[in-house]
C-alpha cells in the first residue's frame, strides 16, 4: 500500500515529463484560450473550453494518477457532489445522504434534489452500517464524518449497497486520495473538495469526481459540459501546484495532529476529543485499514460556546475561519452553522506550523 502511493507521487510530480517537447515548460502552461484551431470537428484535443482544455488536463492527469480512475474537475466541492448525485439520480429515485455530514450537501438534497422529484433519506453515519438499503438508487457516504469525525466501513457498505442494487458514492474530501482510497474498496465515484487539502492554501475553490465506469464517467463530463459547471484555468494551475506537495504538507499535519490530539485528551478542560488515530476514539478501527493515519482534523467540547470562543480568540496561531486543510492551523465552533454538537464543540485543522510552537499557542490558550 504505502510502497504504492509512493509511486504514484513520483508519478504525479513527473507526470508531463513524457509529453514534453525540446524547451517546453516543466509546469502546465495556465491556457486561457476558450477557443481552438479546428479546420474539421474530429480529432482535435480541444474545441471549445467549456468542454475541456489544457489546464483541466493538467490537474485531471495528477488526481487520475492519485485516484488510479477517471477524474472530471469542477469549480469545487459542491460542483463535484452536485455532478456526481445528478449523474446517478432521476425523480422517482431515492438516495441517503449522512445527517452528519457536510452540511451543505443537506441543503443540496433539500433544496435542489427534492425539488425535482428525488426522496433524499437522511441518516447518522455510524447507523448506515446497518441501514436497509432496499429502494435506494444511490447510498452516499462521509467517512470519517465532517466534523463529527465517525467512520464506517466502506468495503461491507458497498458490497451491501451493490446486492440491493444501488451505487456508492463517497465524499473523501477529509482524506484526500493518499490516506483513503475509497474506489479500491468498491465504491462507484469518489468526490472530493479540493478547495481543502489538495489546493491547501485557501486560495481557490476546486473539486473533482473520479471513477472507474466510463460510461458513468462520460455523464459526469456530459454534465459539466451541458450544465457549464467549469473550473477557471487559474483555479486549475493552483491546484496543480498545491498537488505537487500535498504528500508533504499532509505528512507534517498528521503526524502534528497526532501530538496534539494526545495532549489535548490529557487536558482539564477539554471534553470528548475525537481523533481517529488515537487508540480508544470509536473510529481507531477504521485506522490502517481503510484510513492509512488518523489525518489531520480533531474535534474536541469545552464547557460552552463562550469558553470556545475565547479559546479561538485568543490563541494566536490559530486562524478562526470556516473549512479545513490548510497550511494555516484553522478552527471554528461548528455549533454556529447548526451542525448537530454542543455548543462548545471546536473542529481544530491542523496546519504545517511547526509542532512544539504549535502546541505551546493551544496549551496558553486553553482554559486553566
Ligand atoms: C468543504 C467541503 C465540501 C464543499 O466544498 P467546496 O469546495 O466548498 O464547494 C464538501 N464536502 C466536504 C466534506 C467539505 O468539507
Not at 479545513?324 to 452553522?337: D, L, N, P
Request: with cysteine; charged share 20%.
Amino acid at each position: 500500500m504505502t510502497a504504492e502511493i509512493d509511486a504514484r507521487i513520483a508519478h504525479l510530480l513527473h507526470h508531463r515529463k513524457t509529453g514534453l517537447a525540446l524547451g517546453e515548460p516543466i509546469v502546465p502552461p495556465i491556457s486561457v484560450a476558450t477557443t481552438f484551431h479546428l479546420p474539421q470537428t474530429q480529432g482535435a484535443m480541444h474545441s471549445y473550453g467549456r468542454a475541456g482544455q489544457p489546464t483541466w488536463d493538467a490537474v485531471e492527469a495528477q488526481l487520475a494518477i492519485l485516484e488510479a480512475a477517471q477524474v472530471v474537475c469542477f469549480p469545487s466541492g459542491m460542483a463535484a457532489i452536485t455532478a456526481a448525485l445528478m449523474c446517478c439520480l432521476k425523480a422517482g429515485a431515492r438516495v441517503m445522504i449522512p445527517s452528519d455530514g457536510y452540511y451543505v450537501t443537506r441543503l443540496l438534497g433539500r433544496d435542489i434534489l427534492q425539488v425535482y422529484g428525488v426522496d433524499v433519506v437522511q441518516m447518522p453515519t455510524l447507523e448506515m452500517e446497518t441501514a436497509d438499503f432496499t429502494g435506494f438508487q444511490v447510498i452516499y457516504l462521509e467517512t470519517p464524518s465532517n466534523p463529527g469525525l465517525d467512520t464506517v466501513d466502506i468495503a461491507a457498505i458497498a458490497a451491501r449497497a451493490h446486492a440491493a442494487g444501488a451505487r456508492v458514492i463517497v465524499d473523501n474530501t477529509t482524506l484526500t486520495p493518499l490516506l483513503q482510497r475509497p474506489l479500491d474498496l468498491g465504491a462507484d465515484l469518489v468526490v472530493a473538495a479540493d478547495t481543502k487539502a489538495p489546493a491547501g492554501h485557501s486560495d481557490v475553490l476546486f473539486g473533482h469526481v473520479a471513477g472507474r465506469d466510463a460510461v458513468l464517467m462520460a455523464r459526469v463530463a456530459d454534465w459539466r459540459r451541458q450544465s457549464g459547471s467549469v473550473p477557471g484555468p487559474f483555479e486549475a494551475y493552483l491546484v496543480h501546484r498545491g498537488l505537487e506537495t500535498l504528500e508533504l504538507r499532509l505528512s507534517r499535519m498528521c503526524a502534528s495532529a497526532a501530538v496534539i490530539a494526545e495532549r489535548l485528551a490529557q487536558h482539564p478542560a477539554v471534553h470528548r476529543l475525537r481523533y481517529p488515530g488515537l487508540p480508544g476514539d470509536p473510529s481507531f478501527k477504521a485506522v490502517g485499514g481503510q484510513m492509512s493515519n488518523g489525518g489531520f482534523l480533531i474535534g474536541f467540547e469545552l464547557s460552552d460556546a463562550a469558553t470556545a470562543e475565547s479559546f479561538l480568540s485568543r490563541c494566536p496561531l490559530i486562524e478562526q475561519a470556516t473549512s479545513f486543510g490548510g497550511v494555516h492551523t484553522a478552527a471554528e465552533r461548528r455549533a454556529r452553522w447548526g451542525d448537530d454538537v454542543a455548543e462548545g464543540f471546536i473542529r481544530l485543522s491542523v496546519g504545517i506550523e511547526p509542532v512544539e510552537v504549535l502546541w505551546q499557542s493551544i496549551n496558553a490558550a486553553l482554559p486553566s
